[in-house]
Every structure is written in structure tokens, then in C-alpha cells.
């Protein structure tokens, strides 16, 4: 039967919402009543809507966010000190556009690494490429990716995303291999893609926290320079979260 072949095909060629559309016309019997333009448009935007979905889904699962977190999940209590104008603006993309980087800092537990995943999140779902790392293991990883010779497969990979989270940035000196590595990072993504560094520092700490006074100077220089910056307060929210986002 000619529908069979067609699904068949549709399928071999991985044409899978447009199969799926094909099969929900048939069931019901719509196209009966769909001129041929109708059912040619319904079956390509099918498709285009399943590709899009598989996109989203891809760009979530390389993520690896730490928190599965929202924009509407967030708290905008005037306690917190958290524009939402400006977060609203964030999360539409222009800043991902316009190659810039967003700067959040705040004590312990105020939300910076909860905000950091939702933009990131939001930036997976307007289709843009995102990866997230604790900033400290990402050192660790790319030490590491010194000795058994992937470094610049690692560096190439980060370069390649269109947002970088850097969480947890400062929680200790860096030494010489990570001010390197972070200046390569940085030089690599300044005015071509986008980063998001959180911290409980404040940015006027971090020349400290990176060392070598050249080196810092030209790291802040790049990332600093045209940063959106969201200094958050209020109370911790940790005793607000499952036990297993703690870890």
C-alpha cells in the first residue's frame, strides 16, 4: 500500500515528524480535506518542529547543567537585589548576539549557579550551544588533558561553544597553569562567543585570585569590559533545594 511505502521511506530517511504527522493525517482523515500545499506545509513544519525539539534536547544534554533550572523558577524578591528587566533582556539572547559576557556575584547560596543554569538553559532553548563547568574541575580537567595529550582538543571544544559557564570562579588562587589556561580561554572567546562567570568574590577581588599582574590585567580587560554584571544579596536559599543540589 502506497501509504506504507511512504512511511517506510519516511522513516528510512530518518524523516521521523514528518512520518509521525503522515500518521496522525491517515488516523484521522484530515487529509481529505487539506489541498496539496496544506499537506506538503503540515509535514514540513513537522519536521522542522522535531528537528528543532532533537536540537534543544542535544544542546541540554552536552550542557551538563549543575541545576535543571528555569527562568520562571527564579526569585525576583526585592531582597535579592535582582533586576528582572535585565534578566528578561538576558534571557531573549542579545547579549549571546552581541558577544558578551555576564558577570554574577554574591555570597554563598544566594542563587548565582541556580541563575547562571537558567541562562544557559534559555540559551539551549533559543538554540545556541552551551556548556557548563565548576570552574576548578575544569583546571583539573584540562591539566589533566596535558598528560595524556587532548589539551587542545579540550580548548578547541570550549571555543566552539556559543556560551561558557565558568561557576564558582575564585574559590582559590589560580597558579600558573590555570592563569594559562583561563587566559587562553578567554582571549580565544573575547568578542567572538559568550561567557557567564559566577562567583562569591566580588570582581574587584578577582586580580587577586588570578595572580601576575599581566596576565590579570589582560583577562579582566577582555572579560569585564562590556560585561552585564548582577551583584546578588539576601539570604541563603540553599535550605530551599533537594538534598542532591547541595552536592
Not at 538576558?90 to 558578551?100: H, Q, T, V
Request: glycine share 6%; proline share 2%; aromatic share 6%.
Amino acid at each position: 500500500m502506497i501509504q506504507e511505502v511512504l512511511k517506510h521511506k519516511m522513516s528510512q530517511m530518518k524523516l521521523y515528524g514528518m512520518q509521525q504527522a503522515y500518521q496522525t493525517l491517515l488516523e484521522t482523515g484530515q487529509h481529505h480535506s487539506l489541498t496539496n500545499d496544506e499537506a506538503i506545509s503540515l509535514l514540513i513544519q513537522s519536521e522542522w518542529d522535531e528537528r528543532e525539539t532533537r536540537k534543544v534536547d542535544r544542546h541540554l544534554r552536552n550542557a551538563r547543567f549543575r541545576y535543571q533550572a528555569s527562568i520562571e523558577e527564579l526569585d525576583f524578591n526585592s531582597a535579592r537585589s535582582l533586576d528582572k528587566t535585565l534578566i528578561m533582556r538576558l534571557a531573549e539572547g542579545s547579549f549571546i548576539k552581541r558577544k558578551e559576557d555576564v558577570l554574577i556575584t554574591g555570597p554563598t547560596g544566594v542563587g548565582k549557579s541556580f541563575l547562571a543554569s537558567a541562562l544557559g538553559h534559555q540559551a539551549c532553548q533559543n538554540g545556541y550551544k552551551v556548556i557548563y563547568f565548576n570552574t576548578q574541575k575544569l583546571f583539573a580537567r584540562l591539566k589533566s588533558s596535558k598528560g595524556d595529550g587532548s589539551y587542545f582538543k579540550e580548548i578547541a571544544r570550549i571555543e566552539k561553544q556559543d556560551v561558557l559557564i565558568l561557576d564558582d570562579f575564585g574559590l582559590a588562587p589560580l597558579d600558573s597553569h590555570q592563569r594559562n589556561a583561563l587566559m587562553e580561554i578567554i582571549e580565544d572567546r573575547h568578542g567572538r562567543k559568550s561567557t557567564i562567570v559566577s562567583s562569591q568574590l566580588p570582581v574587584s577581588s578577582w586580580y587577586e585570585i588570578i595572580g601576575e599582574s599581566t596576565i590579570a590585567d589582560a583577562i579582566l580587560d577582555r572579560l569585564v569590559h562590556k560585561a552585564h554584571r548582577l551583584e546578588l544579596a539576601g539570604h541563603s536559599m540553599r535550605k530551599n533545594l533537594p538534598k542532591s543540589d547541595l552536592l
